[in-house]
């Protein structure tokens, strides 16, 4: 079973919105938005369109109630379908119905539509829950079943209120520039891409605050039930323990964490978390030690940027420190070269050669280990003895044509002009 993505219920609110915004364009939920907003094209039809724009609108809310029950559930991913059920027509009819109310107390009264427009900013949010996780309209419609939700949310309640509120007035202002700006059939994919994005984020945030209550809810998160099934949190929990354990015990606390480490599959959090004990008890060898080990777990990951780091932190411990492997030791040269990190490339490079004299890739160490030092001028000799070591060493190496033209072009730059 695949890693599964949670949300995390300690992240602050900033972190949130933000995370909520991007929802819409994550995996299931984009082609998904790009499908509704062209589909309201078929609004254009003679006769028929103005039916299939009511399905389309059920379509898309019955989506975006599987993507609140889903962020309900945990889940930081979208769903990629929505289960069969009537709540889209509901929110349509909810949703006409109250445009209805509002001309209706407009003709009548000469104004005070904005008391149903506040009505249903207010209401809204609670219904969406409401049909999202019990399923009744009934229920969803009952006044009182809004101030049940109310009362669980409290004051955050009205962040879902000023969302609505905002939608809407985004909404609008899109539709009205664009049918100002732009032909009608720009203007339409403009409006509705505008109005699925605002609707799929609304409820997302909506199952996300959920989420933060489950408890309230009376729910039990699917998806920390799965990830429990699947084993995914058993390095959160051992690293829990470890830290709890750490206070107490610092010795006790790196035996706990060894045995896991062992695997090259071993977590950066769990690694780094061994290396913070080491240091706080002033076990430089040992540090060096795993340094090593990670190291070269991070190579065969395909994460030589973090292992150049780890590196990094060794050679602070030990000026002479260098990858016990040749992979490692080569991958992490030809990177710090192409960072710019010259110092660290030609210490790589001189040490690759010192250690694997004979390996097949030591003449490319040694002719990247030569142009790092004809950078210096103090060292061009130095280079120039390297290079003529390489071609000696290895006679008829595809490199020797590149060798010779290194040694030239340190040639010409050594002879003063006339």
Known sequence: ???????????????????????????????????????????????????????????TYLYALECLRHSADGFAQPPEFAEPGHGGWALVAILLWSTVLTLLVKLNFGGGGWLVTALMAVSLPAIAMSLALDGSVAHALNPLTWLQVMSRFGLPYLLLIGVQLLIALIVGMTQHGAEIILPRLLALPLFYFVANYATLFNFHLMGVLIHQRHEQFGMQPQARVLATQNHQDDDRDLLDEVEALAREQPRAALDLLVPRLRDRAAPASLHLAYRRLLKQQGLRDALLVHGQI???????????????????????????????????????????????????????????????????????????SARLLGEQPEQRAEAMRLLGQLASAWPGHPLQPAMQAAARQLDDSTVPPR
């Open 294 to 368: 990670w190291i070269a777990a991070l190579i065969a990951q395909g994460e030589s940027r973090r292992a150049l780091g780890v590196l990094q932190e060794c050679i602070g411990l030990d000026a002479d420190f260098l990858p016990d492997d040749p992979r490692s030791c080569g991958e992490l040269a030809d990177l710090a070269a192409r960072l710019g990190m010259s110092r660290m490339a030609l210490q790589l490079g001189r040490g690759y050669l010192a250690h694997w004299p004979r390996d097949p890739q030591a003449p490319h160490y040694g002719l990247l």
């Open 1 to 59: 079973m695949s890693k599964i993505e949670l949300i995390d219920p300690r992240q602050p609110l900033s972190g949130q919105l933000l995370e909520a915004l991007r929802y819409p364009f994550r995996a299931a939920a984009l082609p998904a938005l790009a499908a509704f907003t062209l589909a309201h094209y078929l609004g254009l039809l003679p006769v028929a369109g103005w039916l299939l724009e009511l399905v389309i609108w059920a379509a």
